[in-house]
């Protein structure tokens, strides 16, 4: 069935042990040797491998070769996460005014910058008009007439795209699925005739440049993805002939990775079968189309290093109490998300033994992992935790007033 193929110029990505992999006992990221970040240890610290990234969104490139990639920077807005990914090509994807100045400082000009979300404020939006950003994806009618009142005062047009919600189910975690009608995102297709007289109305200040849908992430099964195109193709095709300025396509973000296990030829085929679903549902529109990932750039690139405070000893658990917490990385607590863990240096000659990993937060939801199977461990020792690029320190808290996890670029 697929005809496309991947072929993998960046052979960082075909060796699976060029990031995480231990070397004579211990474990290094990438070139890096972690435990030689740990010299004057202080508190959590994040560590991103910026090759990594560039390698990611390369082979991105390469597969999805027609595509604009703007990157989902909520995923991880570090400077020179950014910086990288905006040399190396990339446009943003924006959900707040915050994240345009961030994008502005890492290099993006506003002709980069796509600016969606739920709840933009007049003052978020009157400052994506007055960069003249390249779109702004339009969630509710309200918000609609919102920016064709704040552009009709700039006597300007906005540059607008239709974000669609078209009540397609991707069976992923319900905090993370976009595309139901139960979500707050997007507009629904029966809403489409008072959509369109809004536009007519509004014709002096807002100009229809595209469509866009994003159905959620971690997206592993493609069939509801190849629904939503499917669904929307012929709606854009009707709203063409009405609005010819309609010239874009956004297929938004999700396409998942896996935490579970270290396999990115699994990945590397997932994005090949997007890539054909993408070409094969939307290369008759003749239009750009426009590509939002985020997890699957960056997802990979960064671990959390920790630090064992205690060993905890019960008769019912045994509690690795370290001084990370859900106020770093709230993935586990918010979504039981899956994250690997591993000793920073390895003892073979220890046993192996099950520990709930625990932060030291005051909330039982503030643990990293359960019944999770480690060598044996002592206070004052490293773990890592894997996988914490996305959705990491972008999405940390002050709860409790712990120190803040510091962040480290390799
Ligand atoms: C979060 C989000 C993305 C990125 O999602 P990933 O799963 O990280 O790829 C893209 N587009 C929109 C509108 C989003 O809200």
Redesign the pocket.
């Known amino acids: 069935m697929l005809q496309f193929r991947v072929t993998l110029s960046h052979t960082l990505l075909m060796n699976q042990n060029a990031f995480l992999h231990y070397k004579e006992f211990e474990l290094y990221f990438g070139e890096k040797k972690l435990s030689d970040l740990t010299k004057d240890y202080q508190q959590p610290v994040y560590v991103y491998d910026l090759k990594f990234i560039v390698a990611r969104l390369k082979l991105m490139q390469q597969v999805l070769k027609k595509n604009k990639i703007f990157y989902?920077m909520?995923?991880n807005s570090h400077l020179d996460v950014m910086r990288t990914l905006q040399k190396n090509g990339a446009g943003a994807?924006v959900?707040s005014a915050g994240e345009i100045e961030r994008a502005l400082q890492s290099g993006f000009k506003p002709e980069d910058i796509v600016f969606?979300g739920v709840g933009k404020t007049e003052k978020e939006i009157n400052r994506a008009l007055e960069l003249k950003i390249y779109q702004i994806?339009v969630e509710s009618m309200p918000e609609m007439q919102r920016i064709a009142k704040l552009a009709k005062a700039k006597e300007m047009k906005a540059q607008i795209a239709l974000r669609l919600n078209p009540n397609i189910d991707i069976k992923t975690h319900p905090y993370i699925a976009?595309g139901l009608h139960e979500n707050k995102f997007g507009m629904e297709l029966s809403a489409l005739e008072q959509i369109q007289t809004l536009l007519q109305e509004h014709k002096d200040s807002l100009e229809l440049v595209g469509l866009s849908l994003?159905l959620g992430?971690?997206m592993h099964n493609l069939s509801g993805f190849r629904d939503g195109l499917k669904l929307l193709k012929p709606v854009y095709l009707n709203l063409k002939q009405k609005f010819p300025t309609l010239q874009r396509f956004d297929v938004?973000?999700?396409?998942g990775i896996f935490y579970d296990e270290m396999n990115l030829e699994k990945e590397n085929s997932l994005l090949a079968h997007y890539a054909e679903i993408i070409d094969h549902e939307l290369k008759d529109l003749n239009c750009e189309i426009q590509s939002?990932?985020?997890?699957?750039l960056v997802g990979h690139a960064g671990v959390l290093l920790t630090q064992i405070q205690y060993v905890k000893d019960t008769p019912y658990r045994t509690f690795l109490v370290v001084d990370a917490g859900m106020n770093h990385l709230i993935r586990p607590s918010l979504y039981d998300a899956y994250h690997g863990i591993f000793p920073m240096k390895q003892d073979p000659k220890r046993a192996h033994k099950a520990y709930d990993v625990v932060g030291p937060i005051c909330e039982s939801s503030d643990f990293f992992a359960k019944d999770r199977k480690l060598q044996e461990s002592k206070q004052d020792e490293f773990l890592v935790i894997a996988d914490a690029g996305?959705y990491g320190f972008s999405m940390a808290s002050h709860y409790n007033l712990k120190d803040e996890a510091k962040e480290i670029c390799i």
């Open positions: 989902a909520k995923a994807d959900v969606s994806n976009t994003h992430s971690q938004g973000g999700g396409l939002e990932p985020g997890r699957w996305a």
